[in-house]
Every structure is written in C-alpha cells, then in structure tokens.
C-alpha cells in the first residue's frame, strides 16, 4: 500500500525567509504524480506545484519548488520569500499515474508566517 | 467557468440518522472523487467516480455509499450516522480519469451529536 509521511506536525517561518516542508512516501509504482497542496483557514484546497515520477527536473512554480528524490523517495517543497498568504496547512500527496484519481495524502504541515 | 459546488456547506445530524451529500463538478468534468477529513484520521479516500460508474473505493464501511449522474453531479449518502463520521467531506472534479488536477470543493462540514 502506498503511504505518506510528513514528519513536521508544524513549522514556522519569518515572513520573506525560506522555508523548506518535508515529506517522503512509499511504493512499489515507478509510474506516479506527486503533489503539494495547501488548505488555508477557509478549507478550500488548492493545488501548489505537482511533480511527474518520470520528470528528473525539478517541478517550480514561482516561489514554490520543489525538491524530488525519486530514489530516496523524498518529495520536499521549498517555499522562497515568504509571504502572509502562505499560512496554511500543506499536505503531501500522492497517486498513481494511469487508471485511479485515488490521491494518497500525508498528515499535513501547518505553516505560520512570522511578520 | 464556475468551481466545484458542495450543498449544504454545514449539516448536524443525530446519531442514526442518514445524510446526503452532493458534488456539482466544473462544467465538463467527469470524475468526481470524495474525500473525508478528520483532525485524527487525516484526509481519506472514499470515492471516485467516472460516467456514472464508481471505478475506486476506499477502506470505509458498506455505510457509506455513493453515486454519479448522467450530468456528472454525485452524491454521497451516509447512513446510520456514527459520532466519528464528523468530518469535512471534500468532493474533487477533473476533466478524465486520467488528468493530474483535481479541482477540490469547499466541503461541506457533517456535525453528528
């Protein structure tokens, strides 16, 4: 079975720093997306960056990027130049390429920006 | 083009009792999946659906089913309510079952006193 995990319950940030969320996974798929989505306080979730399992580059999206260690089955998201609006809860997900929409999802980060 | 629209955003229920959820998915999407959050369990799979058919299913008792319309709207019904089935229930739409977004709902919030 495929599984996520992040490892920081929490994190807190000074607003402008970088920031860098943790998550590793499990699985047996060579084939498969991964994904960073945030929840702010209105529960609206809302996709950040997506990374493809066939991709070496690294997926990046404004001051969102990511850090994808296929190998190591770690999946990092660096946010840069944090802002207010990032404080949200991120949550690591997972799912197989073809065939299911099933996303496998970590326990979830909560961010705080600092001002 | 409007968003995915959950009804009602805020339900209470009795224990015992049975409820319905619905899911309007974006405008020609066709997979609907739902999902369920808890502060102790985390976000969990329930169902998908794709053209009227479910194609997945979670780990989750016969209690809670679903099902798909030919307009592509779901709903999800929960019968005999349990206190633990309080949760945010989040619904997510995509255009095939092989696209990589999903486009999630704002969720409809079920209280079981």
């Known amino acids: 079975a495929q599984t996520v995990t992040q490892s920081q319950p929490e994190m807190s940030v000074q607003e402008a720093e970088t920031v860098t969320l943790s998550c590793t996974y499990d699985t047996s798929e060579s084939d498969y997306y991964l994904f960073w989505y945030k929840q702010p306080p209105s529960r609206q979730m809302i996709l950040v960056i997506r990374q493809e399992a066939y991709k070496q580059q690294n997926a990046t999206e404004n001051r969102f990027s990511v850090n994808f260690q296929k190998a190591a089955k770690s999946f990092s998201l660096k946010i840069s130049d944090s802002q207010l609006g990032d404080a949200a809860m991120y949550f690591c997900a997972y799912r197989i390429r073809q065939g299911a929409q099933k996303l496998v999802f970590g326990q979830g980060t909560r961010l705080t920006i600092n001002p | 083009k409007a968003g995915v629209t959950q009804t009602p955003r805020y339900l209470i229920k009795t224990r015992g009792q049975q409820v319905t959820l619905s899911c309007s998915p974006i405008s020609g999407h066709r997979s609907v999946s739902w999902y369920q959050q808890t502060p102790g369990q985390g976000l969990q799979f329930l169902f998908e659906y794709f053209s009227e058919t479910q194609r997945n299913k979670g780990n989750f008792p016969g209690r809670f089913s679903g099902r798909q319309f030919s307009n592509s709207r779901s709903e999800m019904n929960v019968s005999t309510l349990e206190l633990g089935d309080s949760a945010l229930y989040l619904c997510?739409?995509?255009?095939?079952?092989?696209?990589?977004?999903?486009?999630f709902g704002p969720g409809t919030r079920l209280t079981v006193t």
């Open positions: 997510a739409s995509s255009l095939r079952t092989d696209s990589y977004e999903q486009y």
